[in-house]
């Protein structure tokens, strides 16, 4: 079951995909005052009202799934199952 949580954090590093388009993707990230690093994950945009955002789903290298959200240049954790 996942645990909603909601909480702004740091992204610390990066990776990017190649093929047709170049897309970033979270590498890690900073919560509750440990590092926690991505395996892999999938990423939706969404656009509504002239605004976007993208959310992420990610899966941690600690078996844990992550849901994040980018809005600009913050990040949220929006829910870890």
Do not use: H
């Not at 909480?7 to 190649?18: G, M, P, R, V």
């Not at 047709?20 to 994950?41: C, D, H, I, W």
């Not at 976007?52 to 199952?81: H, I, K, P």
């Amino acid at each position: 079951m996942a645990q909603l949580i909601n909480e702004t954090i740091d992204i610390n590093a990066f990776y990017f995909t190649s093929g047709k388009e170049l897309k970033s993707f979270p590498r890690q990230m900073e919560y509750g005052g440990e590092a926690v690093t991505f395996t892999n994950g999938l990423c939706c945009r969404i656009e509504r009202a002239g605004r976007s955002c993208r959310f992420f789903d990610m899966s941690g290298a600690d078996g844990l799934s992550y849901r994040l959200r980018e809005e600009g240049n913050q990040w949220t954790l929006v829910s870890r199952a």
